[in-house]
Every structure is written in C-alpha cells, then in structure tokens.
C-alpha cells in the first residue's frame, strides 16, 4: 500500500501534511537519494526517504488514552514521599505510557497519557495554546476578582495570562486556560480571594472526560487524535 510523501514524513513526526509539502517543495527531501520536489509522490515506506539529509522512519501509531485521575495521587513514575502515583492505580499494561502534563495531588478528573514521548511534549507546550477546561468549588467569589482574573494577573513577580472563567453556581467555576503553568488556578483564586477547595479537570483540547469513572481510562478515538495532531 503507498501512501503520498508528505502524509509519510507527517507520520513521522516531522511536520504537519503542509509542513511536509513544504519541506518537498524546497527541496529538503529525498527518496532513494533522488530529491523530490513535487507533493504528488507516492511511497510505501521501504524506501530510504531522507529529511534534510537524514534518514527518517515512520513511528508506531500515537495512541492517546484518557484517563479520570483519583485524588491524592501523584502524576509521576515514582514519588520520593512514596505517596500513591497513577501508576499504583493504572493496570501494568499502560505502565509505560507517557502523560500530558500534570495533575497535583490534589487535583482530579481528565489526564491524557500516550505512547510517544514526542506528542507527550507537544501537547504540554504553554506556546501550543492547548486549552485545558477546570470545575473549581470555592468558598466564595467576587466579580472583581474573577475580572481581575479574566484579564491577566501577575503574582509574585510570574505573570498568568487571562482565564476564561463562567459562573456554574454560588460555589463552582468553570476555568479554561491556555498555559499551564504549574498550580495556575490555585494561584491565581488564591490571589483573588477565592481559594480553591476542590479542582477537577473537564476536558483537554478536544478530549472531553464526560462519564468516565474514577481511576478509569479509555483510548481516544482515532479521529480525535489525527484532530490533536493538525495542531503540530
């Protein structure tokens, strides 16, 4: 079965299909040591297809997997407090997943693990802009605050860009946010006056936790994942 070049070098992991025509189209990429320069080139990926010179090979499939992270739980491999990772919860056939960002401690709901390393980078990126949807229960809030938050704050000396953030009832938010930084919706309700008592993550680029249940995971659907992947 052949496949066209740019699909090819997009399966790599090298550029995006328009990334990869255009890689073709300057030249930078060869077949059997004889540079190609039109996208309309098919291949099976037993030749010895070169990017700039070197040698590239097609990955494994990138395989995406939600899982519902419990409290209490660390998202690492091992924890230097032997507290209790993902991986105590997971079952050993996904101890060699890779995950997406983190989770805190305290923090529940959505996290994304896969099988490439690569993509695990990618997606954690803050310059990726990949938004990241949050429930967070507080005491109380103030519509001062939460436009303070809407807007952009700086907290000690870091600077957090602006949230989105909808009121659900007297108690729960609903927070999206582009970066990431570490405890970013813990910092910045904390600086608002509204300090977060629970923080359940909704929802990670397109992939939505809806009913999954706790300690649970679920391998995202292929169309969701070629979906994640336009966006490198």
């Given at each position: 079965m052949t496949i066209r070049l740019s699909k090819f070098i997009a399966d790599c992991g090298i550029a995006s299909r328009r990334g990869a025509e255009d890689l073709i189209a300057s030249g930078k990429v060869s077949v059997n040591d004889k540079i190609i320069d039109t996208p309309v080139f098919f291949v099976d990926g037993n030749e010895k297809i070169c990017v700039d010179g070197k040698e590239i090979k097609k990955q494994d499939e990138i395989k995406v997997y939600m899982f519902n992270k419990p409290l209490n739980t660390m998202t690492t491999t091992k924890d230097p407090q032997n507290r209790k990772t993902i991986y105590d919860?997971?079952?050993?056939?996904?101890?060699?997943?890779?995950?997406?960002?983190?989770?805190?401690?305290?923090?529940?709901?959505?996290l994304l693990l896969t099988n490439n390393g690569d993509f695990a980078c990618k997606m954690s990126l803050p310059e990726n802009h990949i938004p990241r949807?949050?429930?967070?229960?507080?005491n109380k809030y103030?519509?001062?605050g939460l436009n303070k938050a809407r807007q952009g704050v700086i907290v000690d000396g870091i600077k957090y860009r602006p949230m989105v953030i909808e009121k659900i009832d007297e108690h729960n938010l609903r927070i999206t946010v582009v970066e990431g930084k570490k405890n970013?919706?813990?910092?910045?309700?904390?600086?608002?006056?509204?300090?977060?008592i629970n923080l359940h993550r909704v929802s990670y680029g397109p992939v939505l936790l809806k009913n999954l249940g706790v300690g649970e995971i679920k391998e995202v659907d292929k169309k969701t994942v070629d979906l994640m992947l336009k966006n490198f």
């Open positions: 919860v997971l079952d050993k056939k996904y101890s060699n997943l890779k995950y997406i960002g983190r989770l805190d401690f305290k923090t529940t709901g959505l949807t949050y429930i967070a229960t507080v103030y519509e001062s970013e919706i813990r910092i910045v309700l904390k600086y608002i006056g509204s300090p977060v």
